[in-house]
Each structure stands twice: as C-alpha cells, then as structure tokens.
C-alpha cells in the first residue's frame, strides 16, 4: 500500500477523514481514497467531507471506476471498486 492511499472500510467516517487530512498536513500533494463494494459511498462521503469542511483547497483530480475479482467462500466474486484522487 502506498503512503497517499487510504483504503476506505468499515470504520466510521470520521476516521478515514482524518487520515486524508493527515496526509495533506504531511505535505502529500494527493491522496487516493479507495473502497470497494459497499463502502464505496462512504469513500464519497469522505472526500466531500475533506473538501468542504476540513481542506477547501482540495480538488477532486480524477475518478476511476472498475471491478475487482475477489475470492471468496463460494469462489470468486466480481466486486465494483472506486478510487478517488484528491490534489491540492
């Protein structure tokens, strides 16, 4: 896992806010937000968060979309996943 990605899961939201904000304070020029499944609106709810509350400056660079296969119990899965840069 690279420095500037936060993979987003099942921890509130507040949590994976404050480590995007984290990363921009340390001097991080983007951040990648990443979620997969169900928690890909909480990783939206995260980046709308960090730009209107917390780091104004921030700007949504890009936005891809795609699926993942998973392995799972029953075999594999396909999964939808998102990633969200985030660039001062």
Do not use: C, W
Request: aromatic share 4%.
């Amino acid at each position: 896992m690279a420095e500037n990605e936060i993979y987003v899961g099942k921890k509130p939201v507040m949590n994976y806010v404050l480590a995007v904000v984290t990363q921009f304070n340390q001097g991080a020029k983007e951040v990648h937000i990443k979620a997969r499944g169900k928690a890909i609106s909480k990783a939206v709810d995260v980046a709308e968060i960090v730009r209107n509350r917390f780091v104004s400056d921030a700007k949504v660079k890009e936005i891809t979309i795609g699926t993942e296969e998973v392995q799972g119990e029953n075999g594999t899965t396909k999964v939808s996943a998102i990633d969200i840069v985030l660039a001062k």
